[in-house]
């Protein structure tokens, strides 16, 4: 018996295989990718000049002892206790004393100011007679001229007396105090304390030559200690060196801060932005948001769920943020996270 051949048309099986393609899923091919967006609105913004540099205090005072003496550490009144380093002081407070009884006999100073009282007295007589007629204008010049030796020879050995205290020159933290025992005899010359007024700081840097023409003498500053990026002091441009280092091609600026708060202190290191040009109104966006995209710099805006790319063009910037001259609008909707990996006309999706 001869077996029968069944043979399917070729129309029919494409007819099968085309129906199994129309009842399968339909597959989305690309997802969705998440972003957060700003809307773009106009804002003021600054331009720097960026410099580093070591704070120090504008007011600074190294004290030594200038006459030799046995040591007397003074109690800070406000303590009760005897004066340490970090205490505040007050100008013309005793912080220590130097005994010695031989110096202060030879100065004489009880004397030299008995004297100095005697001799005014005498002066203010001769001189009350003289405009009665009772002296001479040689008597007159007389008592003068010997009141005023006595004056000076009393002023001198005030100015002597003085050296074996030592005292506050201005207000004050005393920043370093050296040990001494009590009674230690102390030489001509050793170091006492030192004392600095850090309410306000200097800090002289140097800026490259292109910067020159932007740096000017009362622009303001921003200065901030690396160790505390959110607290930002502001200080001024005091001076401004017309010449550039022949070997670093470099300028000196020199700045003045307020530090009321005693935030920042002297020998810090800081970040100092010097306020070079303002804007009142400008699109600004963040610096790390834009992209290098064939020699363009880009960024992506969404527009009905699809990243858009806008090329733009660049004006002033700063450490974190940029100028926008042209390739956006305000209210914009602007990628600012999950722009990564983004290619124009790329699907996305907004969160919050």
């Given at each position: 018996?001869?077996p029968r051949i069944f043979v399917v048309p070729l129309t029919c099986l494409?007819?099968?295989?085309?129906?199994?393609?129309?009842?399968?899923?339909?597959?989305?091919?690309?997802?969705?990718?998440?972003?957060?967006?700003?809307?773009?609105?106009?804002?003021?913004?600054?331009?720097?000049?960026?410099?580093?540099?070591?704070?120090?205090?504008?007011?600074?005072?190294?004290?030594?002892?200038?006459?030799?003496?046995?040591?007397?550490?003074?109690?800070?009144?406000?303590?009760?206790?005897?004066?340490?380093?970090?205490?505040?002081?007050?100008?013309?407070?005793?912080?220590?004393?130097?005994?010695?009884?031989?110096?202060?006999?030879?100065?004489?100073?009880?004397?030299?100011?008995?004297?100095?009282?005697?001799?005014?007295?005498?002066?203010?007589?001769?001189?009350?007679?003289?405009?009665?007629?009772?002296?001479?204008?040689?008597?007159?010049?007389?008592?003068?001229?010997?009141?005023?030796?006595?004056?000076?020879?009393?002023?001198?050995?005030?100015?002597?007396?003085?050296?074996?205290?030592?005292?506050?020159?201005?207000?004050?933290?005393?920043?370093?105090?050296?040990?001494?025992?009590?009674?230690?005899?102390?030489?001509?010359?050793?170091?006492?304390?030192?004392?600095?007024?850090?309410?306000?700081?200097?800090?002289?840097?140097?800026?490259?030559?292109?910067?020159?023409?932007?740096?000017?003498?009362?622009?303001?500053?921003?200065?901030?200690?690396?160790?505390?990026?959110?607290?930002?002091?502001?200080?001024?441009?005091?001076?401004?060196?017309?010449?550039?280092?022949?070997?670093?091609?470099?300028?000196?600026?020199?700045?003045?801060?307020?530090?009321?708060?005693?935030?920042?202190?002297?020998?810090?290191?800081?970040?100092?932005?010097?306020?070079?040009?303002?804007?009142?109104?400008?699109?600004?966006?963040?610096?790390?948001?834009?992209?290098?995209?064939?020699?363009?710099?880009?960024?992506?805006?969404?527009?009905?769920?699809?990243?858009?790319?806008?090329?733009?063009?660049?004006?002033?910037?700063?450490?974190?943020?940029v100028e926008v001259l042209n390739g956006l609008e305000v209210n914009d909707?602007?990628?600012?996270?999950?722009?990564?990996?983004?290619?124009?006309?790329?699907?996305?999706?907004?969160?919050?």
């Open positions: 018996m001869i494409v007819l099968v295989i085309s129906g199994c393609q129309e009842d399968g899923p339909e597959i989305d091919v690309q997802s969705s990718i998440p972003v957060r967006v700003e809307e773009i609105k106009y804002q003021p913004f600054q331009a720097y000049a960026f410099a580093t540099g070591t704070v120090s205090a504008v007011k600074e005072a190294t004290l030594k002892a200038q006459q030799a003496g046995y040591y007397q550490l003074q109690s800070n009144p406000r303590t009760g206790r005897p004066f340490a380093m970090g205490d505040r002081v007050v100008r013309g407070e005793v912080i220590v004393r130097l005994v010695n009884a031989e110096f202060e006999n030879q100065i004489g100073y009880d004397s030299k100011k008995l004297n100095h009282d005697i001799s005014q007295r005498e002066y203010d007589k001769q001189k009350a007679l003289y405009d009665k007629g009772g002296v001479t204008l040689r008597e007159l010049t007389d008592a003068e001229r010997t009141f005023i030796d006595a004056r000076y020879s009393f002023d001198n050995a005030t100015l002597q007396l003085a050296k074996l205290s030592i005292t506050a020159p201005f207000n004050g933290y005393l920043v370093d105090l050296p040990f001494y025992s009590a009674n230690q005899l102390v030489e001509v010359g050793s170091l006492i304390c030192q004392v600095m007024d850090y309410s306000r700081l200097y800090s002289e840097v140097t800026l490259p030559g292109k910067e020159m023409s932007r740096v000017k003498q009362g622009q303001e500053t921003l200065v901030t200690n690396y160790g505390r990026p959110d607290d930002t002091l502001f200080g001024v441009v005091t001076q401004v060196s017309p010449a550039l280092d022949p070997d670093s091609r470099m300028f000196k600026v020199g700045i003045e801060i307020s530090n009321d708060s005693l935030f920042m202190r002297p020998g810090m290191f800081a970040k100092i932005d010097i306020i070079v040009e303002r804007r009142d109104s400008a699109i600004v966006i963040p610096k790390d948001i834009v992209l290098e995209r064939r020699g363009d710099k880009v960024v992506y805006v969404v527009d009905r769920g699809i990243a858009v790319e806008h090329h733009l063009d660049i004006g002033l910037s700063n450490r974190q943020e909707r602007l990628v600012v996270e999950g722009f990564e990996t983004l290619r124009n006309r790329s699907k996305v999706k907004v969160t919050k």
